[in-house]
C-alpha cells in the first residue's frame, strides 16, 4: 500500500487539475450561499420583528415559523452542494481508493449492510433508521474488507407521545476477514465507565452490565484502562487479545483519536471509528488547494484501509480450525 508521501504527491500532481475545476465551482458556491444566507437572515429577522409585535416570539406559530426558515436553509445548502459532493468523490476520492489499491471497489451511494453491522454485537440497541455512503470493498495484502461511512438511530418517545432520534454510531464501520474462526464473540468498547466514575465505580458498573456477555479482566494496565472487554469466552478472548494485539489496537487509537468498537465474531474482525460525521464528503468553506484538508483525506483513507497493516491482520497470528 502507498505511503502517505506517495499519496500526498499523486493528490497535488494528477490530481491537481481536477482540484483546480472544483476549487472553482467551490467558490462559486460559497459566494452564492454568502448572498442567500445574507438574504435569509434579514428575512428571518424582520419576521421576527413582525412575529414579535403581532403575536409574541414564543407563540407556536411563531416558533414553527423559526423552524420553517432553518429547514429551508438546510435544504437550500444541500440543493447548492449536492452536485459539487458527487464531482468530488468522482474526481477525487475514487482516484485517490484506486492509487492505494486498483483491486478495491468504491461506491459513493453504498454501505455496510446492516446485518454485518448488527452481526457486530458492539451496539446492544434495536435499530429504527439506518443510513450511509462511501462503500469501499476490496482486499489488502490478501485479506479480503468493505467500509463505509454509518449512521445508526434509534427512535424514543417522551411522555407527550413527541418522537426523538437519537444517535447509536455515527462513523466508519469495517468488517475485514481474518484466517481464524471463533466459537465464542469477543467485544472491545472504549472505557467511559472509569473515565467518568473511577475505577472503582467504574469497575463495578462495568462488572453489572446486563446487556453485556461476562467482563473479561486482562493484564495490560494501559490497555484496561483504555478499553473494556466483554465476551462469553475468557479463554478464548485472552487468545484473541495477546500482548501484542493489544499493544496493536492502543497505538491505532492514538493514532485515530476517535472512540474506537472492536469486535471478533465467526472469523471476522468488526471495527467502528466514531467520527460523528463523514469523512468523505468535500469541504465547502476550505480550500480543496490546501495542504491541511488534503492530508485529511489522505489520512482517512490511510487510517482506515491501514487497519490490515496496524493490526497485522495479514499475518497468520492464529492457525485455522
Do not use: C
Request: hydrophobic letters at 40%; aromatic letters at 14%; zero cysteines.
Amino acid at each position: 500500500m502507498k505511503s502517505t508521501s506517495e499519496l500526498t504527491d499523486f493528490y497535488y500532481k494528477e490530481l491537481y487539475p481536477s482540484l483546480e475545476e472544483l476549487e472553482k465551482t467551490r467558490v462559486e458556491i460559497v459566494s452564492r450561499l454568502q448572498w442567500y444566507g445574507g438574504m435569509g437572515v434579514v428575512a428571518f429577522l424582520l419576521t421576527a420583528i413582525w412575529l414579535g409585535k403581532n403575536i409574541g416570539l414564543f407563540n407556536p406559530l411563531s416558533m414553527a415559523t423559526f423552524l420553517g426558515f432553518f429547514a429551508i436553509g438546510g435544504f437550500t445548502y444541500r440543493f447548492m452542494t449536492q452536485g459539487y459532493a458527487k464531482d468530488f468523490k468522482t474526481k477525487v476520492i475514487t482516484p485517490l481508493i484506486g492509487a492505494i489499491d486498483p483491486h478495491l471497489l468504491y461506491n459513493p451511494d453504498f454501505m455496510i449492510s446492516q446485518h454485518l453491522f448488527e452481526r457486530s454485537k458492539l451496539f446492544n440497541h434495536s435499530i429504527d433508521r439506518y443510513s450511509g455512503n462511501d462503500y469501499v470493498k476490496g482486499s489488502i495484502d490478501g485479506v479480503p474488507l468493505e467500509f463505509s461511512d454509518i449512521h445508526a438511530e434509534y427512535q424514543t418517545r417522551d411522555s407527550k407521545g413527541r418522537t426523538q432520534w437519537h444517535t447509536l454510531f455515527r462513523g466508519l464501520f469495517l468488517v475485514a476477514e481474518f484466517n481464524k474462526y471463533f466459537k465464542a464473540k469477543t467485544v472491545i468498547l472504549p472505557d467511559q465507565a472509569e473515565k467518568s466514575f473511577g475505577t472503582l465505580i467504574g469497575g463495578w458498573l462495568q462488572s453489572h452490565n446486563f446487556s453485556r456477555d461476562d467482563l473479561i479482566r486482562l493484564d495490560d494496565p494501559a490497555f484496561e484502562k483504555a478499553f473494556v472487554v466483554y465476551g462469553n469466552d475468557p479463554i478464548e478472548a485472552r487468545y484473541i487479545l495477546s500482548h501484542s494485539m493489544m499493544k496493536r489496537i492502543l497505538e491505532f487509537q492514538k493514532k485515530v483519536s476517535y472512540p474506537l468498537f472492536i469486535s471478533f465474531v465467526q472469523n471476522h474482525i468488526h471495527v467502528g471509528i466514531g467520527t460523528k460525521k463523514d469523512l468523505f464528503e468535500p469541504a465547502i468553506f476550505t480550500s480543496l488547494l490546501d495542504y491541511k484538508q488534503a492530508m485529511e483525506y489522505i489520512n482517512t483513507l490511510r487510517y482506515t484501509i491501514g487497519i490490515i497493516e496496524e493490526l497485522k491482520l495479514n499475518e497468520k497470528l492464529w492457525s485455522k480450525v
